[in-house]
């Protein structure tokens, strides 16, 4: 069986990244790391919280995406990212009897692969497809995976679940990433599960 992990706040947790980011961004946010993040798992996007919260032009909205887009795989916020308790153990395991992929939406192979390298995670994956957000993750899997209705794909965002459904596998949200349960529900993935650590065979 073909299991594809998404690997942004599903292997590993950004979550720090991307809040360190925002706020030399947005030197003048008051917002702390949980107010920023209760508010992203609502799914409210950076455009909602700069015009709601700071009253951001739509201009000074799309510097901030552009600035954001650049900065957002420098190492040095790249380097705020660790491993999700017990992947490494998960990995290990399942490895043992099936066929593991990662896929991201990351701008750059280099830096995924330079960053799965140093979490010895590597020598886990038959392959690493990363899409350098110039086609999507569902057509990037169908070029280089024979899937098969009994796959899974396990992912923290609302995208991971619609990619699974797009290939008719299984699909598995965690807790772990960008969305809050209520609203990874909406998106209908066969189980929740609280973290990677937790996924089985069902
Ligand atoms: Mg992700």
């Known amino acids: 069986m073909n299991i594809i992990f998404d690997f942004d706040g599903t292997l590993i947790d950004s979550k720090e990244r991307l809040f360190k980011l925002f706020s030399f961004l947005v030197p003048e946010s008051e917002l702390n790391f949980e107010d920023y993040w209760t508010l992203k798992k609502k799914g ?48 290990m395991s399942l490895f043992e009897n099936h066929q593991l992929h990662l896929v991201t939406a990351r701008q750059s192979y280099e830096t995924a692969i330079n960053q799965i390298n140093k979490f010895q995670w590597n020598k886990y994956f038959k392959s690493i497809l990363v899409t350098k957000q110039e086609k999507e993750k569902s057509q990037l899997i169908l070029e280089n995976i024979e899937i098969k209705k009994e796959d899974w794909i396990i992912g923290d965002t609302g ?29 209908n993935p066969d189980i929740i599960i609280d973290s990677v650590a937790n996924f089985m065979i069902y």
């Open 44 to 91: 409210i996007g950076h455009a909602e919280i700069l015009e709601k919260k700071f009253k951001f032009q739509s201009n000074d909205i799309q510097q901030f995406q552009i600035k954001w887009h650049q900065e957002i795989e420098q190492p040095k916020w790249i380097n705020y990212d660790t491993p999700i308790l017990g992947v490494e153990d998960k990995l």
């Open 159 to 187: 995208k991971d679940i619609l990619t699974g459904k797009t290939l008719q596998i299984n699909t598995a949200a965690v807790l772990t990433g960008f969305l809050s349960e209520e609203k990874l529900k909406s998106y």
